[in-house]
C-alpha cells in the first residue's frame, strides 16, 4: 500500500508539473476543451479506478488470510484472550494453559485469538503481524494471525482504558514447530504431575 500510494503521489505531483507548465501555453478554446477533458477522464477517472483496482488486488487476499475461515488443510490454534484492566489473561482452552501478558504461536500456523474484554473496552495489537481489534465487554471478536518467521513481537492496548492504559504490553512469542510443542509440555507437564498425585 505504501509503494501504492508513494506511485500514485509522484504520478500526481508530474501530472500538477506539467499542468503549471501549459498554463504558458495559449490554445483556442477547442483545444482547451479538448485538454481539460482528457485530463478530467485520465486524472480524473482512470487514475483513481487503476488505483484502487491495484490496492484490491493486493489487499483483499492479504486480508482473506486474516479470516477466521475453516481450513481442513490447515486447522487453527484457538488463543482466548482476555483484556482487563490492565493485563491480558491469555488461555489456551486446548491445552490447559492460562499466562499473562505473555503469548506464544508456532510459525506457519494459522491462529485464531477469541478477543474479549472483563471491564471496558480495549484494543489488541501485534503491529507486525495484523491490525488491531476491540475487545468489547460481552462479545467475543476473533482475529487470525499468522507469524513467517520465529521470534518476539510486541503487542499493545491501543484504545485508552484508563490509568493503567499505557502499562498493557504483551509479548507474543512465535516458536518453530518443534519448540511450540516442547514449550507445550513443558507447561503441561506440571498440571499432569498435580493430577497425578
Sequence with gaps: MFTGATLVTALVAAIWCRGVARQAEQLNDAEERRVRDRWIWAGGIALPTVSVVVLLAFGI?????????PDAERPALRIDVDARRWYWQVRYPDHGITLIDEIHIPVDTPVDFHISSSDVIHGFWVPRLAGKLDAIPGRVNVLRLEAE?????G???VEFCGVGHAHMPFRLIAHSAADFDSWLASRQAPADEESDE
Excluded at 61 to 69: C, D, S
Excluded at 149 to 153: D, E, H, I, R, T
Design 155 to 157: 503487542g499493545r492496548c
Design 61 to 69: 487476499p492479504g486480508a482473506h488470510r486474516m479470516l477466521p475461515l
Design 149 to 153: 518467521s520465529p521470534g518476539l513481537y
